[in-house]
Structures are given as C-alpha cells and as structure tokens.
C-alpha cells in the first residue's frame, strides 16, 4: 500500500535556529496535509497541500508540495519553545478516504 | 471545526478484561476513524465505522478484538477486547470535514494493561 516515508525521525535544535522535516512517497499523491501534536496532546490539522509546486505559509512555518507530488516539506524559521512537539505528514492511501500518517518528526528546542 | 468528546481519558485495566471507549461528535458525519498510537509512534488507523453498516477494518486488526459501533451520526464507541498487555496505547478517534480535507480528533484514551 502507499506510504509515506519522514525524515528525520528526531531532531533537537537550539532557539531561534531553523527546522526541516521532510515526507517523500514513491507514488503521487493526490494531495498531502500536516499535523503537529504536542506532547501530550492529539493531533491537531496545520495544512493541507493540493498543487504541483505548492508553497504555503502560515507565520515561521513554509510547506511545500514537490512538483511531482511525491514529496513536501515543512520548514520552521527560527524556532521557538511554542514549536516543540511532533509533526506528522498525512496522505490518503490510493483513491480511497484512508488517511495514513508518516513515522513523524520530533522536535525539540533548547532555549 | 468539529468538536470531539472522547472517553475514557486513561484508564488501567487488567489483562483479559475488556475496555469501550466512547466518541462523542457536536455535529452529525458520515465517517469516523479510530486511529492507535503506541508510545512513541505515528497513528495507525484501526478501522473506518460508517453509520448504518459495518466498520471496515485495516490489515492487522478484527471486528472480534477490536468491535466498533456506531449507531448514528454523532457517536461512535471502540471496544478493545480480551486485553494482553500489548494493547497498551493511546486510542484517538476522528472525524473529516465534509471534503476529508482535514482529520479532527478526539484527546485520546491512554490505556494501560498489566
């Protein structure tokens, strides 16, 4: 089945650096969202990315969709204690309304 | 937005009990995921309950150990059956809006099985 591989699986960053977080998948993906829980939290939706070539941001955080629809990002400028917490890309698995998630990205920030 | 009641939060169970958890939504939808995330993991989807039929079940996971109802739009309830110590996770139901162009979910139930 599809799947969508993330990288890195962990990664600790000093305040104020930047944070990258990348999804890839050997199919196209009809679209591809985001979610960020924090500990001890659910997941909670950031964005959802349609388009070859899309870029999208909300404050420090860029998402992008790769012009093949194959892979996406989400870059954090200058991270913030506020951005701590797992953040999970999302695609729908073939042409149903399944929902699967990648192996996420931890981050944590020193400050 | 959908809102999302879920319940129990947490509880601690013994091995071979059983545990239901219920999911309560503010307004009325077609579908509701539940999802398990073990300590540490990413979501695995359990199991699609549409109302008025039967879940549909993922790879790995049946209606005899994991029996889902649903009987109308607003609520759903996941039962984790015959507990072993493995079931020990964090269960989050979901919703979609309309066009599933974004997942909202429930605070989850910790459970624990010794």
């Known amino acids: 089945g599809q799947q969508v591989m993330q990288i890195p699986q962990y990664q600790h960053v000093q305040e104020g650096e930047d944070f990258t977080t990348y999804c890839n998948s050997s199919?196209?993906?009809?679209?591809i969202q985001w979610y960020k829980q924090r500990p001890g939290g659910h997941p909670v939706f950031l964005i959802q990315?349609?388009?070859?070539?899309e870029v999208k941001k909300q404050k420090r955080l860029t998402f992008q969709f790769g012009e093949a629809k194959k892979n996406s990002s989400l870059h954090i400028t200058a991270t913030q204690t506020t951005d701590v917490g797992t953040y999970f890309c999302?695609?729908?698995?073939?042409?149903?309304?399944?929902?699967?998630f990648g192996a996420g990205t931890i981050l944590r920030v020193k400050s | 937005s959908a809102v999302i009641s879920q319940k129990p939060s947490r509880d601690i169970c013994q091995r071979g009990t059983s545990l239901t958890i219920q999911c309560q939504v503010d307004?009325?939808?077609?579908?509701m995921f539940w999802y398990r995330q073990q300590p540490g993991q990413s979501l695995t989807l359990i199991a699609t309950?549409?109302?008025?039929?039967?879940?549909?079940?993922e790879s790995g996971f049946v209606i005899d150990k994991f029996p889902i109802s649903r009987p109308n739009l607003t609520f759903s309830t996941l039962t984790v059956s015959n507990m072993s110590p493995e079931d020990s996770s964090i269960y989050l139901c979901?919703?979609?809006?309309?066009?599933?162009?974004?997942?909202?979910f429930g605070s989850g139930t910790q459970l624990s099985v010794l």
């Open positions: 979901s919703v979609g809006d309309r066009g599933l162009e974004k997942l909202f």
């Open positions: 199919t196209t993906l009809s679209n």
């Open positions: 309950a549409n109302q008025g039929s039967e879940a549909t079940y």
């Open positions: 307004s009325q939808v077609t579908m």
């Open positions: 990315l349609v388009k070859s070539g």
């Open positions: 999302a695609a729908y698995r073939g042409y149903g309304n399944k929902l699967v």
